[in-house]
């Protein structure tokens, strides 16, 4: 039993250890009992902090609600999960969840911080290209309806003249077939504008 304990004790410590996403855990008086090595990068730890409140620990997270997040996830069972960027220009997905016991008892907090930064470089840029996007078809409806308006007026001009020259008597027959032409174009015309 001993050796089976050891062997999941060192299997947890392994896994601890080895994850790149910071890890705090707190109990329910906002005292720090642990952190995994990679929350040294988020925030400034020390093995010394352990046991000391997660208040009087300097951050350079600019997170000013963590203490109001594990509060709230200690009274009431909840998963916070926000975006946070740190002063040094990082992006951090942190998420704040219950700590339970095997008797489903509740016993602090669990704060993961976990790297989105590249994902929000990504964001950021798709966001930018969207308003280029939306610019660029703003500028594409204002031109259309601007050359089609333009180009109503003078057609207007020519579908007049030409109704008054089909209204003309005595016209060669060669020019009745070009006034054929030319009235096709300008409904062919009329029908593109719209």
Same mark, same amino acid.
């Given at each position: 039993?001993?050796?089976e ?5 060192? %299997?947890?410590?392994?896994?601890? +250890? ?6 705090? $855990?707190?109990?329910? %008086?906002? @005292?720090? @009992?642990? $952190?995994?090595?990679? #929350? ?11 046991? +000391? ?7 350079n997270?600019k997170?000013e609600? &963590?203490?109001?997040d594990? =509060?709230?996830? &200690? ?10 960027? #740190? ?7 942190i998420m704040? @969840? ?6 489903? =008892? ?10 989105? #930064? ?14 280029s996007l939306? +610019? ?6 204002? $031109? ?13 001009n020519?579908?007049m ?6 209204e ?14 030319i ?5 062919k $015309?009329? #029908?593109?504008?719209?």
């Amino acid at each position: 039993k001993n050796k089976e304990l050891q062997e999941v004790n060192d %299997d947890l410590n392994n896994y601890f +250890r080895s994850n790149i996403n910071g890890q705090l $855990f707190v109990n329910n %008086d906002l @005292m720090l @009992m642990k $952190f995994s090595p990679g #929350t040294v990068k988020q925030i400034n730890l020390l093995p010394t902090d352990i046991g +000391r409140p997660l208040s009087n620990i300097s951050t350079n997270i600019k997170f000013e609600t &963590i203490e109001n997040d594990i =509060k709230q996830v &200690i009274a009431e069972g909840v998963i916070i999960t926000k975006e946070i960027e #740190t002063d040094n220009g990082k992006w951090y997905q942190i998420m704040t @969840m219950p700590y339970i016991h095997i008797d489903n =008892k509740s016993d602090g907090a669990i704060i993961t911080f976990n790297d989105i #930064t590249e994902l929000k470089k990504a964001q950021q840029e798709l966001d930018k290209k969207n308003e280029s996007l939306l +610019r660029i078809n703003a500028d594409l409806d204002n $031109f259309v309806h601007t050359a089609s308006h333009d180009l109503l007026g003078p057609l207007g001009n020519i579908e007049m003249s030409i109704g008054i020259m089909n209204e003309i008597k005595g016209v060669v027959p060669e020019q009745e077939k070009f006034f054929a032409i030319i009235n096709n174009s300008i409904k062919k $015309f009329r #029908t593109l504008i719209n």
